[in-house]
């Protein structure tokens, strides 16, 4: 079965080597406590690639907040879409004009799960990054450290539709560390890469995987947790822990405010993550399965006063929908994987189309190197499934599933993830409807500029290794 040999395959990835994730703040002779992210050492280099004037006629739009519109024309400009509508758009010079005559845009596809970069092609222990085990809290590293950006993984994801995405670490331990939300384009580090304004996610994971890594010795480790219980209790020392250590530095900066001349507190890595979730910097993404696990990790937020961003797999979230949507907590959830394993027992074909219709946010994630090129046609079957049982979702809300929900749980809404003026040109033109399973993506673009084009060889960015080394196995 496709999922259990997915998921065994990623479990069996174990890095072992250690990331160091050093940033230390100096300003006015006072030592912070800061989170380094898109402003410190770690910074956003990106840089937009270069575009065109683009101006594509008569085409169908899925806008990705539930609107369509029937033979329009879109306009891009400075990585910009500055144009949609009927008429021929402002007087500007068009460096290209496509005809878009039976073809759809829709915004880019955003994947909020992946393992791209850490878990790269070729598939090899050497470059398996994912999963930094040895304790079940490793808040201190971060997925960006592990990131290879030659992954082949990038551009087939690219012919796929995508044009963002979330790179995690794997879900080893209660607390694997920070995230990385991604253009999906071409750069040599991944701060290249890296979505400029992006918050930080941090990868939490319930259920199974922790007690069986760690409690259950599967690895050289044996220890805690070895129940669900354990899973929360560890959760819970972290964050009281975390109290503690806000406690000091919320002390050490109102005393140097107030001018005193007082000795910083020592500073840890992995409590500067889990100070920055309690204060809002750091968006939580749970892998969690069981509506009960997801209801436990609620609650654990609640006592220690931060929100659960999204959960993902979240097979069972059609059993507390009402409550994801009072906590404003969104789902990430695959189409019609389930059962592989006890606590994806539960899982229904019709858990994303009832979490949409209960005004929760719905997501479609791939979790998968192969399954992101396809996440159109996952959203497909869901809708599908949708209608068998009388539910009645339009496509042009599905899309919300592929792009604006996405782009919220990744808190990068403002800028991406709905086709309207004044957004990011982060768009797809496909070949015809994309609920179609025949459809195909004729060209991406990001910003502006196009990162995969059917009919053009010069953008379809060949890895060293599909050239026939080491490198067969690729999925692309």
Known sequence: MKKQLTFGKR???????????????????????????????????????????????????????????????????????????????PAVAYDV???????????????????????????TGSHSDGNEIGEPVTADVWAEHGIWPQDAGFAAAAAGGITALQILPGSANLIGGRTVTLKNVYGRMHQDMKFPGAPHGVKFACGENPKRVYGRGNNPVSKRPYTRMGNIAGFRQAFADATHYKAEWDQYE?????????????RDLKMDTLKSIIEGDILVHNHCYRADDMGSMLDVAKEFGFKIG????????????????????????????????????DSIRENIPFVHKAGACAIVHSDDDLGIQRLNQEAAKSLADAHKVGVKITKAEAWTWLSLNPAKSLGIDKVTGTLETGKNADVVLWSKNPFSVYAVADMTFVDGAVTWDINDKSKQPIADFELGTVGEESSK
Request: hydrophobic fraction near 40%.
């Open 11 to 89: 479990m069996g990835r174990f890095a072992l080597k250690p990331v160091m994730a050093v940033a230390l703040a100096l300003g006015a002779g006072q030592v912070t406590a800061v989170q380094a992210g898109d402003k410190g050492a770690w910074k956003s280099t990106y840089k937009p690639m270069a575009s065109k004037t683009t101006f594509i006629t008569n085409v169908n739009v899925y806008d990705g907040k539930g609107g369509e519109q029937l033979n329009v024309n879109v306009g891009l400009r400075n990585g910009k879409i500055f144009y949609v509508g009927s008429g021929k758009g």
């Open 97 to 123: 004009t496509i005809d878009g005559k039976d073809r759809w845009l829709t915004p880019g596809i955003i994947d909020v799960h992946s393992h791209l970069g850490v878990y790269p092609s070729p598939s």
């Open 254 to 266: 109102a005393d140097t405010k107030a001018g005193k001349n007082v000795p910083a507190p020592a």
């Open 310 to 345: 999204t959960f993902h797999h979240a097979v069972e979230s059609y059993k507390i929908a009402d409550r994801l949507k009072e906590a404003g907590t969104c789902s990430a959830m695959w189409a019609d994987w389930g059962m592989f394993k006890m606590e994806a027992f």
